[in-house]
């Protein structure tokens, strides 16, 4: 059974850093396309990065690009989300999740097989 689990939210600042980790278990890692979502208060769940199995694709919504950056490490069945420039609207509750294909290029929720409990981040203004 897939199980996958998320640590690093928390409370911080704008204009600060968060680093996000999701490890994996019950699952072959390399061969799954790795995604983040979030889910803002008051909004839809929504899509924030994706990763293929070996890093060298990934895919990040408008919003967030330039200032989050998805990695993997497979070898510790870990994926990643370095967040800086944090700003008030990326407070969320984020998730982690996994689709069974080393690239599946899609942002939707309904796409993904597997999800993790979520963690929450909040920015304070």
């Known amino acids: 059974q897939v199980q996958l689990v998320e640590s690093g939210g928390g409370l911080v600042q704008a204009g600060g850093s968060l680093r996000l980790s999701c490890a994996a278990s019950g699952l072959t890692f390399s061969t799954y396309t790795m995604g983040w979502f979030r889910h803002p208060p008051g909004n839809e769940r929504e899509f924030v990065a994706a990763?293929?199995?070996?890093?060298?694709?990934?895919k990040y919504a408008d919003s967030v690009l330039g200032r989050f950056t998805i990695s993997r490490n497979n070898a510790k069945a870990t994926v990643y989300l370095q967040m800086i420039s944090l700003k008030p609207a990326d407070t969320a509750v984020y998730y982690c999740?996994?689709?069974?294909?080393?690239?599946?290029?899609?942002?939707?929720?309904?796409?993904?097989?597997?999800w993790g409990p979520g963690t929450q981040v909040t920015i304070s203004s």
């Open positions: 999740a996994a689709r069974r294909s080393t690239w599946y290029n899609s942002r939707r929720v309904e796409d993904y097989d597997s």
């Open positions: 990763i293929s199995w070996n890093g060298d694709i990934t």
